[in-house]
């Protein structure tokens, strides 16, 4: 079992960047895919992306893909989602999320953090 909890959130201005953290607790956070995921006002819950155990698969949904970065640090147990170019859009809560199977819906990830809030204004 691994706990999560996510930090960084704020609010920026339209083209800024941010930088999320999500720390876990356990030893077992090197075998996870950890995942970010995203949810507006009135709308569901959405992969931002996804990273393998080792760092070396990602995925990155089409919206965010060039502009957001997801790594991790295993000796830190920590995940990080590097956002530029920010847009009012990207307005959400994130969530961190630990699974075993690299798959987009959020019911494959067993294990999640709180969220931490993100608002970009224009």
């Known amino acids: 079992q691994v706990q999560l909890v996510e930090s960084g959130g704020g609010l920026v201005q339209a083209g800024d960047s941010l930088r999320l953290s999500c720390a876990a607790s356990?030893?077992?956070?090197?075998?996870?895919?950890m995942a970010w995921f995203r949810q507006a006002p009135g709308k569901e819950r959405e992969l931002v992306g996804f990273?393998?155990?080792?760092?070396?698969?990602?995925y990155y949904a089409d919206s965010v893909k060039g502009r957001f970065t997801i790594s991790r640090d295993n000796a830190k147990n920590t995940m990080y989602l590097q956002m530029t170019s920010l847009k009012p859009d990207d307005t959400a809560v994130y969530y961190c999320?630990?699974?075993?199977?690299?798959?987009?819906?959020?019911?494959?990830?067993?294990?999640w953090g709180q969220g931490t809030q993100v608002t970009v204004s224009s």
């Open positions: 999320a630990a699974g075993e199977l690299y798959l987009v819906a959020s019911s494959a990830y067993p294990y």
């Open positions: 356990g030893r077992t956070f090197s075998r996870y895919v």
């Open positions: 990273i393998s155990w080792n760092g070396e698969r990602t």
